[in-house]
């Protein structure tokens, strides 16, 4: 395969097709399906996503349960799309072909992000979050302070409905968390004249104290600007 493929529907030789993963749909559809495709005409009307592994040799990295029908079918060709080589590529193809659940950064995510997820996890057969109230459950983790959580049992103490087990588990399907980096404060010398540009990093309670730590009158009902202002002249 040249690099001029990539894109390209191919009919490809079965055999030189590795099926990577595979699928985990039951026997039944896939049994069912290849009867339909032989009925058909035996052609796989909808490509299965392969990359090149090596001279005329492929693996699958999406549409598995096609590949999975075609074998069952007995088809000496298979009808292909051929993906670039990457990882990425491979993981995007799994998520388009609904293979793979993608996942939302909670740490993050917006509302509306939240509320989606939760809900699909609600809606799910047999969901281990069954009888948890949506609107009450995305208000509550929405509104916490997600960006330092190194874990997901913060949710718990929300007194959401989601509780440790597996309520808590099931989070895992469709959130991950990447903590943002704690802010290091800088140490500041009272007696020091300090840029403006410090001083925005730091909190009003903050400010407040390095004012009355300098003897700075009528600091207390002074607003952030304010503060940095009067600390800036000091």
């Known amino acids: 395969m040249s690099l001029s493929d990539v894109g390209n529907l191919m009919c490809l030789d079965k055999d030189g097709i590795n099926p990577g993963k595979g699928t985990n749909a039951p026997e039944f559809l896939i049994k069912v399906s290849a009867k339909a495709l032989n009925e058909s005409g035996g052609r796989n009307w909808v490509p299965v996503i392969v990359k090149e592994t090596g001279e005329d040799q492929y693996e ?12 069952e079918a007995g088809l000496e060709k298979v009808w292909c799309i051929i993906a670039d080589p990457s990882e990425q590529t491979s993981q995007l193809t799994k998520i388009l072909a609904g293979e793979f659940v993608p996942k939302v950064n909670l740490s993050t995510a917006t509302r509306d992000e939240i509320q989606s997820a939760l809900q699909y996890l609600i809606e799910k057969p047999n ?21 330092q959580w190194k874990n997901f049992e913060p949710v718990t103490k929300l007194a959401c409905g989601i509780t440790r087990g597996k309520k808590l588990d099931a989070l895992k399907e469709v959130f991950y968390l990447t903590p943002e980096p704690t802010t290091i404060k800088p140490v500041i010398d009272p007696g020091v004249i300090i840029d403006p540009e410090i001083l925005k990093t730091l909190t009003v309670a903050k400010l407040k104290d390095m004012a009355r730590e300098r003897g700075i009158p009528g600091y207390s009902g002074k607003r952030k600007p304010d503060l940095i202002k009067l600390l800036s002249k000091s």
């Open 60 to 71: 699958v990295i999406g549409n598995s349960f096609i590949f999975a029908v075609a074998e």
């Open 127 to 147: 969901s281990e979050l069954k009888g948890v109230q949506l609107a009450i459950a995305t208000n509550r983790i929405d509104g916490a302070s997600r960006n």
